[in-house]
């Protein structure tokens, strides 16, 4: 990827991962070749280094979510983080309930956490989502009980961006008496995050979805690590209060910290930069292709877009558009392509699922770049729907 001398691609790929901030990185050296103390040998000034740049990262991303830093647990990203909410509350539950309830568009890793209870008797339930990948009122009423244990629902879709209605989800679950989990890794440091207004029970966060290094996360337990009945997963010296053990990844720990230092003061400004970005490159794609959005108009991640362009396969546009960086938003894992769920779920045909494509416009992007990355991806599409229409 480090081609000399060849013209850097448009990156809009930022759902997936987006670039680690340059301050961030200058912040995390020092702990890999000075500062390589490890936080739990506190009987040195190493050690007690480390776990003061622990407690201070802790601070900063619990300032980012409007809570208190002894609410925060470190672990290896969104993915364990929503593995260690819903395994955790299921295995540790005091009640005989028996229902899970997700919505029918959550990530892989909250589905199938979800899968793995089934397969230990818990009864499973998919929420449904309207067209605009809303789960309605009506569907969490019809579906939520008093033999509900815990409901999980994303605060932000990784591929349509549509932003969930969290409050009142949560509400209805907390009226059946049952845990509400939100999976943030999308909306953290996008979209203001106020812990005190949403009434989550718990919610996961990663750092490279917000300017951070990858392999590093944070669950959130409302009211401290042990007001929850969460068993750990992983095991051992007792780390994070013993719900997540393993040496903790100082550098990254600290890189997380300063991005949501970073997000918390630039959310604003960068929100509506991207959002007039994304709005100005999806308009002009619609006017030049027959491009059709998906996901919700308002209630959106700033820098999302996704796509369905007739007659326009997603992998070959993806494939022959060397220019500018994007994908499907579903990754296909086992070789045989299956189209997306989330796409499927608001109602698009197999047909429509295979034309659609996702960008996501992030902080280094530059201005111009939402016109320049609009044409390529047209000019490239008009050529292909031509071609396959003979
Ligand atoms: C909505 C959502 N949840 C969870 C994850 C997993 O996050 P991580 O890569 O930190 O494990 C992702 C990443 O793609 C995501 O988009």
């Given at each position: ?11 809009l ?133 008093e ?51 949403l ?44 719900l ?55 209630k ?38 299956e ?12 047909l ?18 939402s ?20």
């Amino acid at each position: 990827m480090s081609d000399m001398g060849e013209q850097k691609p448009i990156y809009l790929d930022n759902h997936a991962t987006t670039r680690c901030d340059p301050r961030v990185v200058n912040a995390m050296l020092p702990y890999f070749s000075e500062d390589y103390g490890n936080s739990a040998s506190t009987v040195h000034r190493m050690g007690r280094f480390a776990d003061s740049a622990i407690q201070d990262a802790r601070g900063q991303i619990a300032d980012l979510i409007h809570c208190h830093s002894k609410e925060i647990i470190f672990t290896s990203g969104a993915t364990e983080s929503n593995n260690l909410a819903i395994l955790g509350i299921a295995r540790g539950r005091k009640s005989p309930r028996k229902k899970i309830i997700v919505s029918a568009i959550e990530h892989k890793s909250v589905l199938n956490a979800a899968f793995a209870l089934q397969e230990e008797g818990f009864d499973l339930i998919r929420l449904p989502v309207d067209s605009d990948g809303s789960v309605t009122e009506q569907a969490a009423r019809d579906f939520i009980d008093e033999d509900t244990l815990l409901v999980s629902v994303q605060m932000a879709n990784n591929e349509i961006g549509t932003i969930q209605d969290i409050q009142w989800l949560a509400e209805i679950a907390h009226e059946n008496g049952a845990f509400f989990h939100c999976d943030g890794a999308q909306a953290a440091g996008k979209i203001d995050i106020n812990i005190d207004n949403l009434n989550v029970d718990l919610l996961s966060i990663s750092a490279h979805k917000m300017y951070g290094p990858k392999g590093i996360g944070v669950l959130f337990t409302r009211g401290g690590p042990y007001a929850k009945p969460l068993i750990p997963i992983v095991r051992g010296g007792g780390q994070e209060y013993g719900l997540r053990s393993g040496t903790h990844n100082v550098p990254a720990i600290v890189g997380m910290g300063l991005a949501a230092k970073i997000a918390k003061e630039e959310m604003l400004d960068e929100a509506s930069r991207l959002h007039k970005m994304r709005d100005e490159f999806e308009t002009k794609v619609i006017e030049l292709t027959d491009a059709s959005r998906n996901g919700a108009q308002v209630k959106r991640l700033p820098g999302n877009s996704n796509l369905t362009i007739a007659n326009v396969d997603a992998d070959a546009l993806i494939a022959t558009t060397p220019g500018v960086i994007f994908s499907t938003g579903s990754a296909c894992n086992t070789g045989a392509p299956e189209p997306s769920y989330v796409l499927e779920a608001i109602g698009l045909s197999r047909l429509q699922a295979y034309n659609t494509v996702r960008f996501c416009f992030g902080r280094f992007n530059q201005l111009d770049e939402s016109t320049i990355a609009a044409e390529i991806i047209s000019k490239r599409a008009i050529e292909i729907a031509r071609d396959a229409m003979g």
